[in-house]
């Protein structure tokens, strides 16, 4: 399903009209949820999955943010994140299609549910060999069609 995407235009005294331009993205990002876990479990994993990602790929964050009185706002993604729900297994081979793609990833592993900070997260990946991570969450970002091929199989997360 393509989406197109219209962005607000400001004119002089901050009148808001819209430009029906289309935009259209040749990446995506997207975060796969084990499909077990539960709703502040999704939450978390989707909040931290994402956290990275601007860091290590500046352009996919777009322009700060201001209000009608000049308040400022963060910068946010430039596009949208889809979010996807799939079985353990398929989990196991999204992650896998995402490393064999070399695509950019972030995980997070049943393992850090137990943990309260970034250096036991890490330490708890790192105690882990790939082929045995407890996936829970997985975050990709790439060309559009090699994510979704990683996410196949995958469903829209409700």
Request: aromatic share 6%.
């Amino acid at each position: 399903m393509q989406r197109t995407y219209k962005t607000p235009v400001l004119t002089a005294g901050h009148a808001r009209t819209m430009n029906t331009e289309p935009i259209r993205f040749d990446t995506k990002i997207a975060v796969l949820l084990r499909a077990d876990l539960e709703t502040w479990q999704r939450l978390n994993v989707t909040s931290f999955l994402v956290s990275g990602l601007g860091t290590q790929v500046p352009e996919v964050i777009g322009e700060p943010y201001e209000d009608a009185d000049g308040v400022p706002y963060l910068p946010m993604f430039r596009q949208p994140v889809l979010v996807f729900e799939a079985t353990k297994e398929t989990l196991t081979t999204a992650h896998a299609r995402a490393l064999s793609r070399s695509l950019i990833r972030s995980v997070f592993t049943a393992d850090l549910f137990a943990t309260g900070n970034d250096r036991d997260n890490r330490a708890a990946v790192r105690a882990v060999p790939t082929a045995d991570l407890d996936l829970v969450g997985l975050a990709v970002y790439g060309p559009k069609n090699a994510v979704d091929k990683v996410v196949k199989g995958a469903r829209m997360h409700p």
